[in-house]
Protein backbone atom coordinates (compact mmCIF):
# COMPACT_ATOMS: atom_id res chain seq x y z
CA UNK A 1 0.00 0.00 0.00
CA UNK A 2 1.22 3.42 -0.96
CA UNK A 3 -0.52 5.59 1.23
CA UNK A 4 -3.11 5.02 4.34
CA UNK A 5 -5.16 7.24 5.87
CA UNK A 6 -6.69 6.68 9.25
CA UNK A 7 -9.28 7.97 11.17
CA UNK A 8 -8.55 11.53 9.38
CA UNK A 9 -10.08 14.73 10.84
CA UNK A 10 -9.78 18.07 9.80
CA UNK A 11 -11.62 21.19 11.44
CA UNK A 12 -11.17 25.09 10.83
CA UNK A 13 -12.24 27.98 13.36
CA UNK A 14 -13.58 30.57 12.20
CA UNK A 15 -14.23 33.06 15.05
CA UNK A 16 -16.53 30.62 17.31
CA UNK A 17 -17.75 28.65 14.80
CA UNK A 18 -15.77 25.56 13.98
CA UNK A 19 -16.07 23.78 10.47
CA UNK A 20 -15.96 19.75 10.36
CA UNK A 21 -13.77 19.56 6.83
CA UNK A 22 -13.07 16.13 7.07
CA UNK A 23 -14.74 13.66 9.88
CA UNK A 24 -12.91 10.70 10.54
CA UNK A 25 -11.72 9.34 6.78
CA UNK A 26 -9.93 5.85 6.68
CA UNK A 27 -8.99 4.27 3.41
CA UNK A 28 -5.95 3.23 1.58
CA UNK A 29 -4.60 3.75 -2.06
CA UNK A 30 -2.47 0.66 -3.55
CA UNK A 31 0.55 1.71 -5.57
CA UNK A 32 -0.34 2.66 -9.14
CA UNK A 33 -3.83 2.75 -8.59
CA UNK A 34 -5.80 5.75 -10.48
CA UNK A 35 -8.06 6.79 -8.15
CA UNK A 36 -10.69 9.48 -8.29
CA UNK A 37 -11.91 11.20 -5.11
CA UNK A 38 -15.76 12.77 -6.10
CA UNK A 39 -17.71 15.25 -4.43
CA UNK A 40 -20.11 18.16 -4.36
CA UNK A 41 -18.05 21.34 -3.65
CA UNK A 42 -17.90 21.85 0.28
CA UNK A 43 -17.06 18.37 0.67
CA UNK A 44 -13.70 18.35 1.68
CA UNK A 45 -11.89 17.21 -1.29
CA UNK A 46 -9.23 19.96 -1.65
CA UNK A 47 -8.98 19.76 2.36
CA UNK A 48 -8.06 15.92 2.05
CA UNK A 49 -5.81 15.67 -1.16
CA UNK A 50 -3.77 19.15 1.29
CA UNK A 51 -3.67 16.58 4.27
CA UNK A 52 -2.31 13.80 1.46
CA UNK A 53 0.45 16.02 -0.23
CA UNK A 54 1.38 17.68 3.13
CA UNK A 55 0.42 21.00 2.82
CA UNK A 56 -1.41 21.23 5.81
CA UNK A 57 -1.68 19.09 9.22
CA UNK A 58 -4.92 17.12 10.31
CA UNK A 59 -6.38 18.01 13.71
CA UNK A 60 -6.18 14.85 14.31
CA UNK A 61 -5.79 10.82 12.82
CA UNK A 62 -3.14 10.20 10.37
CA UNK A 63 -1.19 9.62 6.81
CA UNK A 64 1.19 7.23 5.90
CA UNK A 65 3.17 7.77 2.96
CA UNK A 66 4.97 4.37 1.91
CA UNK A 67 4.63 3.59 5.86
CA UNK A 68 5.97 6.93 7.24
CA UNK A 69 3.48 8.52 9.34
CA UNK A 70 3.46 12.08 7.83
CA UNK A 71 0.97 13.63 9.89
CA UNK A 72 3.48 16.19 12.50
CA UNK A 73 5.89 16.54 10.44
CA UNK A 74 7.78 20.00 10.55
CA UNK A 75 7.65 22.63 7.85
CA UNK A 76 11.09 21.54 6.15
CA UNK A 77 10.44 18.14 6.41
CA UNK A 78 7.46 18.57 4.72
CA UNK A 79 8.67 21.00 1.50
CA UNK A 80 11.58 18.16 1.43
CA UNK A 81 9.00 14.83 1.51
CA UNK A 82 6.84 16.92 -1.21
CA UNK A 83 9.87 17.65 -3.54
CA UNK A 84 10.70 13.72 -3.37
CA UNK A 85 7.75 11.89 -3.42
CA UNK A 86 4.59 14.16 -4.49
CA UNK A 87 3.34 15.77 -7.74
CA UNK A 88 0.52 18.09 -7.76
CA UNK A 89 -1.68 19.59 -10.24
CA UNK A 90 -3.94 22.30 -9.75
CA UNK A 91 -6.98 23.28 -11.21
CA UNK A 92 -5.75 26.55 -11.52
CA UNK A 93 -2.19 25.55 -13.41
CA UNK A 94 0.28 27.67 -10.87
CA UNK A 95 2.31 27.71 -13.51
CA UNK A 96 5.40 30.35 -12.99
CA UNK A 97 4.19 32.86 -15.76
CA UNK A 98 7.71 34.40 -16.18
CA UNK A 99 8.89 30.90 -16.84
CA UNK A 100 8.63 29.50 -20.27
CA UNK A 101 7.14 26.19 -20.80
CA UNK A 102 10.86 24.43 -20.57
CA UNK A 103 11.62 25.86 -17.44
CA UNK A 104 8.27 25.73 -15.70
CA UNK A 105 9.15 21.85 -16.47
CA UNK A 106 12.32 21.74 -15.27
CA UNK A 107 11.66 23.61 -12.20
CA UNK A 108 11.23 20.83 -9.33
CA UNK A 109 15.00 19.31 -10.95
CA UNK A 110 16.65 22.57 -10.17
CA UNK A 111 14.96 21.95 -6.25
CA UNK A 112 15.86 18.66 -6.45
CA UNK A 113 19.52 19.63 -7.53
CA UNK A 114 19.58 17.21 -10.69
CA UNK A 115 22.29 17.69 -12.82
CA UNK A 116 22.43 19.98 -15.95
CA UNK A 117 22.71 17.11 -18.73
CA UNK A 118 20.07 15.29 -16.93
CA UNK A 119 17.45 17.66 -16.16
CA UNK A 120 17.21 18.84 -20.23
CA UNK A 121 17.15 15.02 -20.75
CA UNK A 122 14.47 14.54 -18.76
CA UNK A 123 12.50 17.91 -19.76
CA UNK A 124 13.01 17.30 -23.30
CA UNK A 125 11.16 13.68 -22.86
CA UNK A 126 8.40 14.78 -20.61
CA UNK A 127 7.62 17.61 -23.48
CA UNK A 128 7.34 14.88 -25.44
CA UNK A 129 5.43 12.83 -23.63
CA UNK A 130 2.62 14.90 -22.81
CA UNK A 131 3.05 16.53 -26.57
CA UNK A 132 4.32 19.89 -26.00
CA UNK A 133 8.14 19.46 -27.61
CA UNK A 134 6.99 22.15 -29.93
CA UNK A 135 6.47 24.24 -27.01
CA UNK A 136 9.21 24.76 -24.89
CA UNK A 137 9.77 28.50 -25.69
CA UNK A 138 6.56 29.68 -24.97
CA UNK A 139 4.97 31.38 -22.04
CA UNK A 140 2.19 30.23 -20.23
CA UNK A 141 -0.19 32.96 -21.23
CA UNK A 142 1.13 31.97 -24.82
CA UNK A 143 -1.18 28.68 -24.59
CA UNK A 144 -4.18 27.15 -24.18
CA UNK A 145 -5.85 25.73 -21.24
CA UNK A 146 -5.46 22.00 -21.87
CA UNK A 147 -1.92 22.65 -22.89
CA UNK A 148 -1.28 24.55 -19.38
CA UNK A 149 -2.54 21.65 -17.49
CA UNK A 150 -0.38 19.77 -19.97
CA UNK A 151 2.69 21.62 -18.58
CA UNK A 152 1.62 21.50 -15.20
CA UNK A 153 1.36 17.06 -15.41
CA UNK A 154 4.69 17.22 -17.18
CA UNK A 155 6.29 19.48 -13.94
CA UNK A 156 4.24 17.14 -11.58
CA UNK A 157 6.07 13.53 -13.51
CA UNK A 158 9.61 15.10 -14.39
CA UNK A 159 10.97 14.41 -10.85
CA UNK A 160 9.56 11.19 -10.74
CA UNK A 161 7.31 11.34 -7.66
CA UNK A 162 5.68 7.69 -6.11
CA UNK A 163 2.19 9.95 -5.81
CA UNK A 164 0.28 12.24 -8.07
CA UNK A 165 -2.01 14.34 -6.49
CA UNK A 166 -4.39 16.51 -8.74
CA UNK A 167 -7.06 19.13 -7.45
CA UNK A 168 -10.44 18.82 -9.88
CA UNK A 169 -7.73 19.11 -12.85
CA UNK A 170 -10.11 20.08 -14.95
CA UNK A 171 -12.60 22.28 -13.50
CA UNK A 172 -11.54 25.42 -15.98
CA UNK A 173 -11.57 23.51 -18.90
CA UNK A 174 -14.50 22.84 -21.44
CA UNK A 175 -15.32 19.55 -21.50
CA UNK A 176 -13.31 18.06 -24.27
CA UNK A 177 -10.58 18.88 -23.00
CA UNK A 178 -11.09 17.80 -19.21
CA UNK A 179 -11.59 14.87 -21.17
CA UNK A 180 -8.21 14.41 -23.00
CA UNK A 181 -6.11 16.34 -20.14
CA UNK A 182 -7.75 13.03 -17.65
CA UNK A 183 -6.88 10.58 -20.24
CA UNK A 184 -3.32 11.57 -20.47
CA UNK A 185 -3.16 11.07 -17.07
CA UNK A 186 -4.38 7.62 -16.95
CA UNK A 187 -1.84 7.26 -19.86
CA UNK A 188 0.80 8.50 -17.77
CA UNK A 189 -0.45 6.43 -15.22
CA UNK A 190 0.05 3.11 -17.02
CA UNK A 191 3.23 4.06 -18.85
CA UNK A 192 4.82 5.01 -15.91
CA UNK A 193 3.28 3.45 -12.94
CA UNK A 194 2.67 6.75 -11.27
CA UNK A 195 -0.02 6.46 -8.79
CA UNK A 196 -2.82 9.47 -9.30
CA UNK A 197 -5.32 10.71 -6.69
CA UNK A 198 -7.51 13.10 -8.68
CA UNK A 199 -10.36 14.97 -7.45
CA UNK A 200 -13.53 16.10 -9.08
CA UNK A 201 -16.92 17.15 -9.16
CA UNK A 202 -17.76 16.36 -12.52
CA UNK A 203 -19.92 13.48 -13.55
CA UNK A 204 -17.98 12.85 -16.98
CA UNK A 205 -14.83 12.76 -15.76
CA UNK A 206 -15.72 9.76 -13.36
CA UNK A 207 -16.02 7.45 -15.56
CA UNK A 208 -12.51 7.38 -16.45
CA UNK A 209 -11.02 6.88 -12.68
CA UNK A 210 -10.52 3.07 -12.03
CA UNK A 211 -12.19 3.45 -8.37
CA UNK A 212 -13.91 6.51 -6.85
CA UNK A 213 -14.37 7.81 -3.48
CA UNK A 214 -17.83 9.66 -3.12
CA UNK A 215 -17.22 12.13 -0.02
CA UNK A 216 -20.45 14.05 1.09
CA UNK A 217 -19.86 16.17 4.03
CA UNK A 218 -16.37 15.05 4.88
CA UNK A 219 -17.43 11.27 5.28
CA UNK A 220 -16.88 8.95 3.11
CA UNK A 221 -20.71 8.51 1.30
CA UNK A 222 -19.70 5.45 -0.90
CA UNK A 223 -16.63 3.40 -2.65
CA UNK A 224 -17.08 2.11 -6.29
CA UNK A 225 -14.70 0.01 -7.73
N1 LIG B 1 -9.10 27.57 5.11
C1 LIG B 1 -10.36 27.32 5.49
N2 LIG B 1 -10.92 27.94 6.54
C2 LIG B 1 -12.19 27.68 6.92
N3 LIG B 1 -12.98 26.78 6.32
C3 LIG B 1 -12.48 26.12 5.26
C4 LIG B 1 -11.15 26.36 4.79
N4 LIG B 1 -10.94 25.55 3.72
C5 LIG B 1 -12.08 24.86 3.53
N5 LIG B 1 -13.03 25.20 4.46
C6 LIG B 1 -14.37 24.62 4.61
O1 LIG B 1 -14.21 23.20 4.72
C7 LIG B 1 -15.20 22.53 3.97
C8 LIG B 1 -14.54 21.66 2.92
O2 LIG B 1 -13.92 22.50 1.96
P1 LIG B 1 -13.01 21.97 0.76
O3 LIG B 1 -12.05 20.97 1.29
O4 LIG B 1 -12.47 23.15 0.07
O5 LIG B 1 -14.12 21.22 -0.14
P2 LIG B 1 -14.13 20.97 -1.71
O6 LIG B 1 -12.73 21.01 -2.22
O7 LIG B 1 -14.80 19.62 -1.87
O8 LIG B 1 -14.97 22.05 -2.31
C9 LIG B 1 -16.12 23.60 3.40
O9 LIG B 1 -17.20 23.77 4.30
C10 LIG B 1 -15.24 24.82 3.36
O10 LIG B 1 -16.00 26.00 3.48
MG1 LIG C 1 -11.83 22.09 -3.73
Do not use: W
Given at each position: MLAKIENLVKDYYLGKTTV?????????????????????????????????????????????????????????????????????????????????????????????????????????????????HEYLIHKPDELSGGQRQRVAIARALVGNPLLVLADEPTANLDGETGHIIIDLMLEMNRELGTTFVFSTHDEMVIKHAQRKIFLHDGKIDRIEE
Amino acid sequence: MLAKIENLVKDYYLGKTTVHALRELSFGIEKGEFLSIVGPSGSGKTTLLNLIGCLDLPTKGDVFINGKNVSHLSDNEATNLRLKTIGFIFQSFNLIPVLNVYENIEFPLLLLGIKAGQRKEAVVSMAQKVGLHEYLIHKPDELSGGQRQRVAIARALVGNPLLVLADEPTANLDGETGHIIIDLMLEMNRELGTTFVFSTHDEMVIKHAQRKIFLHDGKIDRIEE
